[in-house]
Every structure is written in structure tokens, then in C-alpha cells.
């Protein structure tokens, strides 16, 4: 052999080294320790492993490549979960658009579903009374807030009232001659685009108050004391603060229940109490609009009534219309048993019991559920 042809041989040596290290056969290797590639192929839920390699006309068979191992996969015949979308959703089989955020997929047993906003959620977002709706969305630091409901978003900032005139604190005079440099006594007020400088009267003999919403003190504003504002009059200063609020713990109207906005239930309303400063929203469902679906896992896991443990635990919570399970990963990869009913006093569906539903039941096995009803009385 010559030195050529060992100069070739070492450099297919490190091409083929540097694939393997690239797909993760080879990780952290270390000659000495005589590290060798040890990740191991396997199928997806909702696959089993198979024998024999797939054939060009086995479409439900694909094969899985690791460290010089391969195998083939084929989708499981026992697998019996179909795709299904949410309550307040309708199923497609149009796959999702690039910029379409309110679609999601939902895959389950080699079969696939889209699901869509409802066409008959109506409600539309809107912004509270002292706010201005805007399609122009909300940007940097500015006094803005998103709302969203049935796949429509708009964009809420106050509102100016612009009928506002500029005017002068008490025991001052308004003119319209600017402000000198270094005038200390002389400050700028402007709005809704109009501009008028304020000057100390000399003949100034009016104290400053507080409006009539406000307390009155002597003790000056402390820093980050944003509700605090100082009053100033003829040399006089006071600090006015709002007066505090009525210990007053407001609730939804009787016959209707909190709710989320970030839902999309139709009949979700924002509403005021209060006045001023005081005021408080609040989101509010009306008692025939409550929700009634239940919350389930995913393929993959089992859900139970047992809260997830501070300790470290795979679990996760899943609450839908105020009730909630516990989701956990179904870590037996051979699972293959299938939820049933009594077939004596019951019958299947695929549909979720309702809240408060008698007669129904949740059945989960190996991350598949059945809901078993039994006949009305």
C-alpha cells in the first residue's frame, strides 16, 4: 500500500466518523473509553414493530434507521382512537394554511384531522368603554391590549378625548407667549394639539385642592407612587391621592359564572362595576351559555383525578369549564389493551359525557378512551 493510498483510506475514516457524530450514533466519543453508538430505533404510538422489511406496496409500512440498525413499522390494526376535534371546533380534512393560527392538527392511529374555530361562534371582542377598537396591532410599550374571541382579534388603546382645552393650575395666569430660558416659574400645557404657557400670578392668593375623588395630604409622593399627584398654588403644595375604594368583592350577575376570554365560548362578556379608579371587569358567561365539555389527555398518556406531585413527575393538568384531570405519559409501549364497555347495560360513543351527565362514563385504556352511556330509565 502506498502512502496514496493511506491518505485516502484515513480520509473516508473521517468522513464516515464525522457522518455518525452529525446523526447522533456517536456522541462525546472517546477512543480510550471505547464509546460505540448505542441509540436503538423504534416505532411511533400508534405503530408496532414488524419482521420483515416493508414492500414498494406496503404504504402503511415505513422503516427506521439508528446506528446500523434498521427496522420497519407498520400501523397498528388494534388502534382504534379516531382524530376528533374540540367542542367548539369542526373537523376538515383541508390541512392547516401557514398563516392560519386557529387551526390546528390532530393526529391519532395513522389518521389525521384539522380542526377549525366553530362558523357558528358570533361573538366578536371588544374594548372597554373609555378604550378605542383598532385592527393596528399593539406595539412596543404603548398602552395597549390584544382581545381576542371566535378567531377575531382586535386591538384596544383609551380613548382621546379630544374636546379637552388646555388649562392653567390655580394661581396661575395662561398666555400664549412661550417660556423664556431658565424661567422657572413658567411651564408648557398642551392638549389635544393646542399649547398655552402657564405663569405664577403675583397677586396670587389661591390655595391648591385636591378633586373631589381625592384625599388630601401634606406627605409628599414616594417614588413609584403612581396614583399619587402633587397640586401646587401660589407657592403652596399638597398631594392628592384616590380616595380608597369600597371593600366591595364583586361576582358575576346571579344565574352566570366567570369565564376566560382567552376561550373561545361564545356569550363571554365583559362587564364594569364600579366607577373611576374603583372600577373592576369582569368576565361573565350567562347561565344557558355555560360550557359543558370535559377536559381529556392526548394519545400517549391516561388521565386521573389524582393532582401531579411536587416531586419531578411527568404530569401535567388539563382543565376545561372549571373541571380538571391529570394527565400522565402511558410508559408501557406494548400496551394493547382497548377500552370496552358492558355490553349487557351499556352502549359506545366517541362523544364526551357532559358536565353533570347521568348515566355516563369515561373509560381510558392505554391512552384511548370510550365514554359508556347507559339507556335512560
Not at 414493530?49 to 409500512?61: E, I, K, L, V, Y
Not at 382586535?154 to 407667549?177: H, K, N, Q, W
Amino acid at each position: 500500500m502506498n502512502f496514496i493510498q493511506l491518505g485516502q483510506r484515513q480520509v473516508h475514516l473521517l468522513v464516515l466518523f464525522t457522518a455518525m457524530t452529525a446523526s447522533g450514533c456517536i456522541q462525546n466519543y472517546d477512543p480510550s473509553e471505547g464509546d460505540q453508538c448505542l441509540a436503538v430505533p423504534s416505532c411511533t404510538a400508534g405503530e408496532l414493530q414488524s419482521q420483515g422489511p416493508c414492500s414498494g406496496a406496503d404504504g402503511a409500512c415505513r422503516e427506521v434507521a439508528m446506528c446500523g440498525t434498521t427496522i420497519s413499522c407498520r400501523a397498528d390494526d388494534m388502534c382504534l382512537a379516531i382524530p376528533t376535534c374540540g367542542r367548539d371546533e369542526e373537523s376538515s380534512d383541508d390541512a392547516c394554511g401557514d398563516d392560519e393560527e386557529a387551526c390546528r392538527q390532530v393526529d391519532e392511529c395513522g389518521s389525521t384531522t384539522y380542526c377549525r374555530p366553530a362558523v357558528n361562534c358570533e361573538a366578536y371582542p371588544t374594548c372597554a368603554e373609555y378604550e378605542e377598537p383598532s385592527d393596528e396591532p399593539c406595539a412596543g410599550d404603548e398602552d395597549c391590549r390584544e382581545r381576542s374571541l371566535c378567531g377575531s382579534t382586535i386591538y384596544c388603546r383609551p380613548g382621546v378625548m379630544c374636546g379637552a382645552v388646555p388649562t392653567c393650575d390655580a394661581g396661575e395666569l395662561a398666555s400664549d407667549e412661550a417660556c423664556a430660558d431658565g424661567e422657572g416659574s413658567c411651564h408648557e400645557v398642551t392638549a389635544c394639539g393646542t399649547t398655552i404657557y402657564c405663569r405664577q400670578d403675583v397677586q396670587c392668593d389661591a390655595f391648591p385642592a385636591c378633586q373631589d375623588d381625592e384625599d388630601e395630604s401634606e406627605a409628599p409622593c414616594e417614588d413609584g407612587e403612581e396614583r399619587c399627584r402633587e397640586a401646587t398654588a401660589c407657592g403652596h403644595t399638597v398631594y392628592c391621592r384616590p380616595m380608597p375604594c369600597p371593600p366591595i368583592a364583586y361576582q358575576c350577575p346571579e344565574g352566570s359564572q366567570a369565564c376566560d376570554p382567552a376561550d373561545p365560548i361564545a356569550g363571554c362578556e365583559l362587564l364594569q362595576f364600579g366607577e373611576g379608579h374603583c372600577a373592576v371587569e369582569l368576565y361573565c358567561l350567562a347561565e344557558e351559555m355555560q360550557c359543558e365539555a370535559v377536559p381529556s389527555c392526548v394519545q400517549g398518556e391516561f388521565g386521573s383525578d389524582d393532582p401531579c406531585q411536587d416531586n419531578g413527575e411527568e404530569c401535567r393538568a388539563v382543565t376545561v369549564c372549571n373541571l380538571t384531570t391529570y394527565c400522565r405519559p402511558e410508559h408501557e409501549p406494548s400496551c394493547l389493551a382497548v377500552p370496552t364497555c358492558d355490553p349487557d347495560s351499556e352502549w359506545e360513543s366517541r362523544e364526551p359525557c357532559l358536565r353533570d351527565e347521568a348515566g355516563c362514563r369515561a373509560v381510558t385504556e392505554c391512552g384511548q378512551t370510550l365514554y359508556c352511556r347507559s339507556p335512560a330509565d
